[in-house]
């Protein structure tokens, strides 16, 4: 059974940093794309940033330039850098492989 679990949320100001990690299991994880998303309060969850297997990168546009997302195949870690913290990237990311879900970590940005 392939589970998820994220950490690294929590309460910064705007202008600040977080690193979401996320540890996979019960998965051959290397062969699978992986992804971030977030879910703001009344909003529908969105694309953060996936990367391939291959190593490819697809990020959505407010997050370019400003998140990094890796991964380390030997932890099966997935990471999510996060820079120049904005108010509006408040929300609950989770993580994502196939169609497995994470249960979330919240990242408030206070302004």
């Known amino acids: 059974q392939v589970r998820l679990l994220e950490s690294g949320g929590g309460l910064v100001q705007a202008g600040g940093s977080l690193r979401l990690s996320c540890v996979a299991s019960?998965?051959?994880?290397?062969?699978?794309?992986v992804g971030w998303y977030r879910q703001a309060p009344g909003k529908q969850r969105e694309l953060v940033a996936t990367?391939?297997?291959?190593?490819?990168?697809n990020y959505a546009d407010s997050m370019k330039g400003r998140f990094t997302i890796s991964r380390d195949n030997a932890k099966k870690m997935v990471y999510l850098q996060m820079n120049n913290l904005k108010p509006e990237d408040t929300a609950v990311y989770y993580c994502?492989?196939?169609?497995?879900w994470g249960q979330g970590t919240q990242v408030t940005v206070s302004s």
């Open positions: 019960g998965t051959i994880f290397s062969i699978y794309a």
């Open positions: 990367l391939t297997a291959g190593g490819s990168t």
């Open positions: 994502k492989i196939l169609t497995i």
